[in-house]
């Protein structure tokens, strides 16, 4: 089917000028200029759902990739766009994500607060969106570099000193993480000659084996840093439970599968060799992680801390798909990759809507602290609330018939038959570990007796915040219902993913400049 290459400029255009119109708006603080700001995202978020959805309809065949040369400049003298089923799939949740995101927003935040938040989540839509689709190193840390500025800003936006130093925390390290892929973009200019990634793919494989492993290597750090594994998480717990619940709940839903997103894309298409012999350390990697993020959720004493750590702690299950990708086993690879997105399309869903749900409680108690039964007595008091907490708390935990489930048993499942024992043994105990942290959350936020009151500042809107938050339990079940179809999508994504040469004749890199007139369309 011929497609007009130009739509894969419309998730990076479309929030851009979405978010400029709402900040001519923004000279004053009023309830009218915040929700023209409101409906200005919601138009944008809706717009840029469908344009994702429109790309995975074209994708998910797995028999096409959409090029963009922008300017018609052939790669790799060109900015390079490329969509394929992964990209696509990782559109469509952001799309569906941010959508909920603004509804949720919407009923959580007061006219102050939301003022310029609204354009600020639009650039922050425009960086993830442009690291989806970018076909080169230099522009995928251009696009990092956008979403970290949004972000911060985001983090720090109220000003409290909690905000400012956690915000502090994550601008530092994660500015760390940018100075060592800016450095290793030089160095791989530098010795390559190029940027495009399939034309980098064309020529790695010519290169020295330390040059590969010092590249492979530094990469790893920087988008293992963005991801939040261990031992580079720091960042994380420092500064998700700092901001506004709907702050923390797009951060934790959103952000660190970039960062897994560039590992599964630029790994197994720049280095697949290498990295089959570092299988033992993408492994340890994922257990350190997976152990320390739950360990840590069980050490701490308010909600959003909790979820923040278990955020660390599902990137472990991530990461173990990636490991298990890189087996020589031609099938367990196939499969392996698979498990992994369908693992991140679980967890985008179910972690969004837990965040909401729990930075929902803590706006209606007026406290996330789980001592003292400040959260006590929600099943009694939001019961809609606490049930589509509940059900996403268990999703998250691997309790059929949930989302959760069939991931986690795609990982187990490929981890045994790779006779990866011990991955697999600790995936089981921290599912375990994570179904008693649920539990200890449940127990002590929303069914327990409620022995102490801290009055809130605002109760937010309960329909206009419980409703996506249903909407996206819903589809975590449904997910888990209908397991088949969405296997099937995320099994065409890990083909192309793997599919190195696919990936090269899609963009056709040349080392010749055509004239003009004669440059392909």
């Known amino acids: 089917m011929n497609v007009n290459a130009n739509w894969l400029a419309a998730p990076v255009v479309l929030p851009l000028m979405a978010a400029a119109v709402s900040l001519l708006v923004s000279t004053r603080v009023t309830p009218k200029q915040t929700r023209i700001q409101r409906n200005v995202a919601i138009l944008a978020a809706a717009g840029n759902l469908l344009v994702a959805l429109f790309l995975l309809w074209l994708t998910a065949g797995g028999d096409q990739r959409i090029v963009l040369q922008v300017g018609l400049w052939p790669a790799p003298f060109g900015i390079t766009l490329v969509a394929d089923a992964f990209s696509a799939i990782m559109l469509t949740l952001t799309g569906l994500l941010m959508l909920c995101l603004v509804v949720f927003a919407s009923g959580t935040l007061d006219e102050r607060q939301g003022l310029n938040?609204?354009?600020?989540?639009?650039?922050?839509?425009?960086?993830?969106?442009?690291?989806?689709?970018?076909?080169?190193?230099?522009?995928?840390?251009?696009?990092?570099?956008?979403?970290?500025?949004?972000?911060?800003?985001?983090?720090?936006?109220?000003?409290?000193?909690?905000?400012?130093?956690?915000?502090?925390?994550?601008?530092?390290?994660?500015?760390?993480?940018?100075?060592?892929?800016?450095?290793?973009?030089?160095?791989?200019?530098?010795?390559?000659?190029?940027?495009?990634?399939?034309?980098?793919?064309?020529?790695?494989?010519?290169?020295?084996?330390?040059?590969?492993?010092?590249?492979?290597?530094m990469l790893l750090v920087a988008y293992g840093s963005k991801a939040g594994i261990f031992p580079l998480f720091f960042w994380l717990p420092a500064s998700y439970h700092t901001p506004h619940p709907a702050v923390t709940a797009i951060f934790g839903g959103l952000l660190t599968k970039v960062g897994i997103y560039a590992l599964f894309r630029i790994y197994p298409l720049l280095f697949p060799d290498l990295l089959v012999e570092w299988q033992p350390l993408i492994l340890t990697i994922a257990a350190l992680t997976m152990l320390v993020g739950v360990f840590g959720a069980m050490a701490v004493k308010t909600i959003r801390r909790v979820l923040s750590f278990h955020v660390i702690s599902q990137v472990g299950y991530m990461v173990m798909g990636l490991g298990l990708a890189l087996s020589g086993n031609q099938l367990a690879a196939g499969f392996g990759m698979a498990a992994g997105i369908f693992y991140i399309v679980h967890h985008m869903i179910v972690k969004t809507a837990l965040l909401m749900a729990g930075g929902a409680a803590e706006l209606t108690m007026g406290t996330g602290r789980l001592e003292k039964g400040y959260l006590g007595?929600?099943?009694?008091?939001?019961?809609?609330?606490?049930?589509?907490f509940f059900v996403a708390a268990f999703s998250l935990a691997g309790i059929p018939p949930s989302s959760g489930f069939i991931s986690k048993l795609g990982l187990l499942q490929i981890a045994l038959d790779a006779q990866q024992w011990w991955i697999a043994g600790i995936s089981l105990l921290v599912s375990l570990l994570t179904l008693m942290s649920m539990i200890r959350l449940w127990q002590k936020g929303f069914a327990g007796p409620q022995e102490d009151v801290v009055a809130p500042l605002r109760r937010p809107n309960l329909r206009l915040t419980v409703a996506p938050i249903a909407l996206l339990v819903t589809a975590s079940l449904a997910i888990g219902v209908f397991s088949g179809p969405f296997f099937e999508w995320s099994s065409v994504a890990a083909r192309?993913?793997?599919?190195?040469?696919?990936?090269?004749?899609?963009?056709?890199?040349?080392?010749?400049?055509?004239?003009?007139?004669?440059?392909?369309?």
């Open 117 to 217: 938040f609204y354009p600020l989540l639009l650039f922050l839509l425009m960086g993830v969106n442009g690291a989806f689709v970018a076909g080169d190193l230099f522009n995928l840390y251009v696009f990092f570099e956008v979403l970290l500025m949004a972000s911060f800003v985001l983090l720090s936006l109220g000003g409290r000193p909690a905000q400012v130093n956690g915000g502090l925390r994550y601008v530092l390290l994660n500015l760390l993480a940018s100075t060592v892929f800016l450095a290793t973009t030089g160095v791989v200019y530098g010795t390559l000659g190029t940027l495009n990634l399939a034309h980098l793919a064309e020529r790695m494989d010519a290169a020295p084996d330390w040059l590969r492993i010092v590249i492979a290597g």
């Open 377 to 388: 007595g929600l099943v009694k008091r939001s019961p809609v609330l606490a049930g589509v």
């Open 496 to 521: 192309q993913v793997l599919d190195r040469q696919g990936y090269i004749r899609a963009v056709a890199p040349t080392d010749q400049i055509l004239p003009i007139g004669e440059q392909s369309h």
